[in-house]
């Protein structure tokens, strides 16, 4: 009769130097997934605004925004409505190291806030932190 299972390859390695030979690339690949990440991602030092409701002071006080964007698609700078036109004059000069805070009221339209967005960008803005409150 013949052998149905072949008999294991004759390389002189006991069976656990074999498991760890075949281990090491696994290994390997997660210790560079791992790099990956760490690279990749990237911490912040900047906290993030209290929201109202969330810190210690809950009640109906507004946490400070350069620039508040109503429902109806207004644009407001210190209780003022600004156009697209003199947005970038009334705003902080753009800085990494202060972003600009936009405060969005909830039935803000998507379309308003890309278009705000748009014209920031354009403006020279790269760090924006959006203020919203969450939904009750």
């Known amino acids: 009769m013949s052998d149905l299972v072949p008999p ?8 656990m130097e074999r498991l760890e030979d075949a281990l090491l690339p696994l290994i390997n ?9 760490i690279v990749a991602g990237q911490l912040s030092d900047t906290p993030l605004p209290d929201l109202p409701g969330t810190g210690s002071g809950a009640g109906n006080e507004q946490p400070h925004a350069d620039l ?8 407001q700078v210190g209780g003022q409505t600004v156009g697209s036109g003199g947005l970038a004059n009334v705003l902080p000069a753009p800085a990494k190291e202060s972003p600009l805070k936009i405060a969005a009221e909830q039935d803000i339209a998507m379309a308003n806030l ?7 960008e354009d403006s020279g803005y790269e760090e924006i932190i959006l203020l919203t409150e969450p939904a009750s």
Request: charged share 20%; hydrophobic share 65%; proline share 3%.
């Open 68 to 75: 508040v964007v109503t429902a109806a698609g207004d644009w």
């Open 114 to 120: 890309e278009a705000l967005l748009r014209v920031l």
């Open 29 to 37: 690949l997660v210790f560079l997934l791992l790099m990956f990440f």
């Open 8 to 15: 294991p390859a004759r390389s002189g390695k006991r069976l």
